[in-house]
């Protein structure tokens, strides 16, 4: 990676972790939370959405972790708010590929998730960026279960 694209991602990263887009939780019997943590690294996310039929309306997340963690949040809310979930399940495999080292798909927009690409080479650090994507996943599912069994 050319250092100086590799310091772009740097200050991308510094500055979701310092200023994390939809930090909080949200609030009401029609929104869902849950948290996960990633051991291996004491990182503690968690996510509150909101659904609107199939589409991801709101979005929060806290937690405390590494700047990877806790910027890679910060990242995932941006990426998905406003989407269907059938498009979120798409963009967080691709996002998996990506920082993993393997082919992303340029069709789909990951916004500054792209810069953590830099993590497949910290084997030990690709769980950090994952965690909330997977907290958002876990989440997305509960929310489903929360909209049938309102109806
Ligand atoms: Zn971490």
Redesign the pocket.
Known sequence: MPSNLDQLYRSVIMDHYKRPRNHGTLEGPDSMTISMN?PS???KIFVSLKLDGDKIVDIKTSGS??A??QSSASMMTEAVKGLRIKDVDELSFDFSELVQGREHNDDLDLGDAEALQGVSQWPA?IK?ATLPWKAMEKCLREAVKLQAEQQ
Do not use: H, L, P, T
């Open positions: 990633n690294c004491g990182d972790g590494c990877i963690s650090r950090c």
